[in-house]
């Protein structure tokens, strides 16, 4: 496992410090009333793409995270396929966003916590490419919080 140290900081696991980089994301969808999801693009080493749901903003459904972060990585690297990149998104990817996924033949999803009610997985189905590598429950406990106070919170104003 890859590890990131801060010089006297106890070691960190690289896929946590790129975590914390798509919550920080998460963090600005919830504080924009929008479904707290964040989503970073990492290639060696360095963040080139970012996205957090803008679906409230830009009044456009497929205005997720990842969408907001594929574009922003091909605009980086000047190409469609994100070859040798890794997605890193706070919840688990829709099967809209998993099946973008696929298209751009990235190398490497990590994602927090699952949804067990619109992720791809729920649907029984592996849409991901076949090359890519899965990792799944990196700040799981923070990332499904985030979602269920946000949730909690709409019921709450709500009554």
């Given at each position: 496992m890859k590890v990131y140290s801060f010089g006297e900081e106890p070691s960190v696991p690289l896929d946590t410090v790129f975590m914390k980089e798509a919550y920080k994301e998460a963090l600005l969808a919830y504080e924009a009333d929008e479904v707290p999801i964040g989503a970073v693009i990492v290639a060696n080493g360095k963040i080139i793409g970012r996205g957090h749901n803008l679906t409230e903003r830009l009044n456009d459904v497929t205005a997720h995270a990842e969408m907001q972060a594929f574009t922003a990585?091909?605009?980086y690297i000047g190409a469609k396929y994100l070859h040798n990149c890794t997605l890193y998104v706070t919840i688990e990817p829709c099967v809209m966003c998993a099946g973008a996924a696929y298209w751009t033949q990235i190398s490497k999803i990590v994602f927090g916590a699952f949804d067990e009610k619109r992720g791809y997985h729920s649907l029984?189905?592996?849409?991901?490419?076949p090359k890519t590598e899965i990792v799944s429950g990196v700040m799981e406990k923070e990332c499904a919080e985030l979602m269920r106070n946000f949730f909690l919170n709409k019921r709450i104003s709500k009554t």
């Amino acid at each position: 496992m890859k590890v990131y140290s801060f010089g006297e900081e106890p070691s960190v696991p690289l896929d946590t410090v790129f975590m914390k980089e798509a919550y920080k994301e998460a963090l600005l969808a919830y504080e924009a009333d929008e479904v707290p999801i964040g989503a970073v693009i990492v290639a060696n080493g360095k963040i080139i793409g970012r996205g957090h749901n803008l679906t409230e903003r830009l009044n456009d459904v497929t205005a997720h995270a990842e969408m907001q972060a594929f574009t922003a990585a091909s605009n980086y690297i000047g190409a469609k396929y994100l070859h040798n990149c890794t997605l890193y998104v706070t919840i688990e990817p829709c099967v809209m966003c998993a099946g973008a996924a696929y298209w751009t033949q990235i190398s490497k999803i990590v994602f927090g916590a699952f949804d067990e009610k619109r992720g791809y997985h729920s649907l029984n189905g592996n849409i991901v490419h076949p090359k890519t590598e899965i990792v799944s429950g990196v700040m799981e406990k923070e990332c499904a919080e985030l979602m269920r106070n946000f949730f909690l919170n709409k019921r709450i104003s709500k009554t």
